[in-house]
């Protein structure tokens, strides 16, 4: 797949997750507040239109991310999804008049240079083999992700909420790290039958669940935030140490600066100073 398209499928993943974080939050918001991981939870939310289109922009962002991660390093694709923070906060920026900080637009500026970077850093390329205690490992952690969700879930305080984020987050980085390992057979249809497959959608439930947890208790742009850090640096790291990712021309330095940037911006941003506030609020 050439390059710029699989830069686009990045992109696009990014603004699917960006808005539905948004309309998932307006629904999370009109439900009693979870304190357990049961499915319940999102089964009520099916009733309500906006949840529902988010559910449809996360499907799409599912198979955006599919596409770019066969094609492209997770290094890569991990920090331009990481976008979706700047997506998020500019719509509640704009459409609920939540003032942002001058913490939160110099992080929103530090993702765009460091995303900038690695733009630069990427080449098409495709994953290496994985070993076998790194494909078991993979395919099982979404029932330690549960695990964890389930222990941190019944506390309110806001570290609790932060780390529901990271827990989404670490599950939402299985997904593009399953799709990195995931090979796609001919024919197509024979892909029902790979555990891979199997593993993403676990993820992609898991992760789901935790992140609408998350937004009943806090603002999207900062659960956003706490997600999409743990979501990039846990699929950078294996994409780099067992997957074989590496930059253009060996041009680490350009890629490391860019997700050094990204990361720093998209931390920045879930700071308390950077929350956004209601205008005219005291």
């Known amino acids: 797949m050439p390059l710029g398209l699989a830069l686009a499928f990045a992109f696009g993943c990014s603004l699917s997750i960006g808005v539905a974080a948004v309309l998932e939050k307006v629904s999370a918001d009109r439900e009693e507040r979870a304190s357990s991981l049961r499915l319940g939870l999102l089964w009520r939310l099916l009733d309500d239109w906006p949840y529902l289109l988010g559910l449809g922009l996360d499907g799409a962002s599912f198979l955006f ?8 390093a997770l290094f890569v694709v991990e920090p331009i ?8 906060a500019l719509i509640e920026w704009s459409l609920f008049r939540r003032r942002l900080s001058h913490l939160a637009w110099a992080s929103l500026a530090g993702i765009l240079v460091g995303l900038s ?11 290496h083999t994985a070993a076998g205690a790194v494909w078991w490992t993979v395919i099982l952690s979404p029932l330690l992700i549960a695990a964890a969700g389930s222990v941190v879930a019944p506390r309110h305080q806001h570290g609790a909420t932060i780390a529901l984020g990271v827990l989404d987050g670490v599950a939402f980085g299985g997904t593009a790290i399953a799709g990195r390992m995931l090979a796609i057979p001919h024919p197509l249809w024979q892909l029902i039958l790979s555990p891979l497959l199997w593993s993403m959608l676990a993820y992609g439930l898991i992760g789901l669940l935790l992140f609408t947890i998350a937004l009943q208790r806090i603002h999207a742009s900062i659960v956003g935030a706490s997600t999409t850090a743990a979501q990039s640096i846990v699929p950078i790291v294996v994409g780099i140490a067992f997957l ?8 680490w330095a350009l ?3 860019g997700m050094v940037v990204t990361l720093a911006g998209t931390l920045a941003i879930a700071l308390p100073g950077a929350a956004p506030e209601i205008a005219g609020a005291a």
């Open 117 to 127: 970077l690695l733009a630069l850093a990427a080449a098409p390329e495709h994953a």
């Open 255 to 257: 890629a490391i600066a």
């Open 81 to 88: 999804i990481a976008l979706n923070v700047v997506i998020t």
């Open 65 to 72: 991310t599919v596409i770019a991660v066969q094609n492209l």
């Open 244 to 251: 074989g990712d590496s930059p253009r021309n060996g041009a």
